[in-house]
């Protein structure tokens, strides 16, 4: 990875900054209900398909091709890109694929069923970090 994951922490902490970035309000949700720059069935969407095919060239190809279509916005698409391009093909980069998606999709889904407001989101940087700012909400 760009950021290379050398721990749980370290996915955590990448997969804060990706959930954050696709639960962030999309610019064009302007007026009525924010709605964020990643739909939740994408971000499942992309565990799913990384659990069927168990290749990250096909995934990254996934990743691209949805971001093209407008289903992932260009930011949250730089950071799942980054980090996992470097990633090889084989099985312990797979499982450490698709242990980064688990964690992408458990934040995200925290994030939505808490209906926490993406924008006040903004300097939180860190799985730890979320989770203070989580705690002082509740």
């Not at 992309?46 to 095919?53: A, F, V």
């Not at 691209?64 to 996992?84: H, V």
């Not at 797979?94 to 964690?103: P, Q």
Request: proline share 4%; hydrophobic share 35%.
């Amino acid at each position: 990875m760009a950021q290379v994951a050398k721990t749980s922490t370290d996915l955590l902490d990448i997969a804060t900054k990706i959930a954050i970035s696709a639960y962030t309000p999309s610019p064009e949700s302007r007026g009525g209900k924010p709605k964020p720059s990643v739909e939740v069935t994408t971000i499942n969407n992309l565990l799913t398909y990384m659990q069927s095919r168990k290749s990250i060239p096909d995934l990254l190809a996934y990743i691209l091709r949805q971001t093209g279509r407008g289903e992932i916005d260009k930011n949250t698409s730089r950071l799942l890109l980054s980090a996992l391009k470097d990633l090889k093909n084989t099985d312990e980069d797979i499982k450490k694929a698709l242990e980064l998606l688990g964690y992408v999709k458990w934040i995200y889904e925290t994030l939505h069923g808490l209906h926490v407001d993406g924008n006040q989101l903004k300097g939180v940087d860190s799985f730890q970090k979320l989770v203070n700012e989580l705690v002082r909400r509740m």
